[in-house]
C-alpha cells in the first residue's frame, strides 16, 4: 500500500525532485514489491483497472503543472 496525498503535495513532491527525472510504475491490486523505489503513492483505497490508474495519474501530474503554473484550474 502507497502513500495517500493531496494534489498540492503531489504536485510539491514532483516539483521538488532534484533531477526532474521521475518514472512512474503502476502495480497490480496488491501493490508492487520494487523496494528500490524512492517513493510509492496510492491513488486511493479502491482498486481499479491499469488504464484508468494511468488516466488518473496523468490527470493528476497535469493539475500539477497547472498548479505551479497557478491557472485556477486546480480550484
Known sequence: MGVQMSSMVFAEMLQSTASGHVAFAIGGA???RL??????ISLSQMTWP???ARLLLLEQIFRSREIWAQ?????
Open 71 to 75: 491557472s485556477g484550474y486546480h480550484k
Open 30 to 32: 496488491e501493490g508492487l
Open 35 to 40: 523496494p528500490a523505489s524512492w517513493l510509492r
Open 50 to 52: 491499469h488504464r484508468l
